[in-house]
Structure formats: structure tokens, C-alpha cells
């Protein structure tokens, strides 16, 4: 039956949970995590962290070397599950560069992201690139300390 004329069309959104994108997210976390970029030591690390979680066993270093105030080369060590592993490949990725400040900003801004899923604009997709596959943690609460392992590494890391 057709709606009255005077009625709005519903309009959809598609959001994380659509299968075409969850799909999308599942694969970029799966690829970081079958060929992580930065993974390893850093030889000159002027900071190094560890990090353990002990609800799952997971441990993670995190090496970064700091020039002034940019982050000029960073890896890290893992025993960790696939999600920690990823979110460390591609913060890493997206932070090597970037000067403390922003990376404090986009850690902040992952962070809201696997508490709240809340969308994000296209302009923001393109600058968190595959970080945007950190979306669908937030269906999963026990995964969220998977990523705040890193973000809270990284954190301190920079101090």
C-alpha cells in the first residue's frame, strides 16, 4: 500500500551493522592483522611501553621514537589477539608523522568511536582511513580492550 502524500518517506541509513559494511570492516581488521605494518622492534625508541591485559592475557610494547613534538617512527610488540594487533597497525599507520597533539586527537577520537559507533562524516572516514573499521568494536564491549589496550600504550607512550 502506497504511503499518503503528506507522510515522509522513511529514509535509512546505512550503518555498521548493514552486512555490506560490517563485511567491509571485518576485512580491513583481518588484513592489518595478517600483515601488520609496523610490527617488530624499534631500534632508537625514544619511548617504549608495555601494556597487559589481564582479563585475556594480552601484552603489548609499543616503541616510538619522538622528535620535538612529532612522532617520527613508532612499532610495537604483541601477544594478542587479532583486533589488538590491527588497531596497532593501523594507528600506527595513521599516526607516524603526526605531531603529538593530533595524535592525541585522533586517539581521543577512536576512542568516542568504539563507545559510541556513532557515524561518521565522509570527510572523517577519509581521514581515519582503515581506522574507521574500529566502528564495529563498539557492538562487542569485551572487544573495547582490545583497542584501549593500544590507545592507552600509545598514551603513554607519549607522555
Known sequence: MPLPADLPVPVVAPTPSDAGVASLYQEIILSHYRAPKHKGVLERASRSVEHRNPLCGDVMTMHLR???????????????????????????????????????????????????????????????GDLRALQSVARFPARKACVKLVTGALTEAMT
Open 66 to 128: 619522538v622528535e620535538g613534538n612529532r612522532i617520527v617512527d613508532a612499532a610495537f610488540e604483541a601477544r594478542a589477539c587479532s583486533i589488538t594487533q590491527a588497531t596497532a597497525s593501523m594507528l600506527l599507520d595513521r599516526l607516524i608523522g603526526a605531531t603529538v597533539v593530533d595524535a592525541r586527537a585522533v586517539i581521543s577520537r577512536i576512542e568516542q568511536l568504539i563507545e559510541t559507533s556513532a557515524p561518521t562524516s565522509t570527510a572523517e572516514q577519509a581521514a581515519l
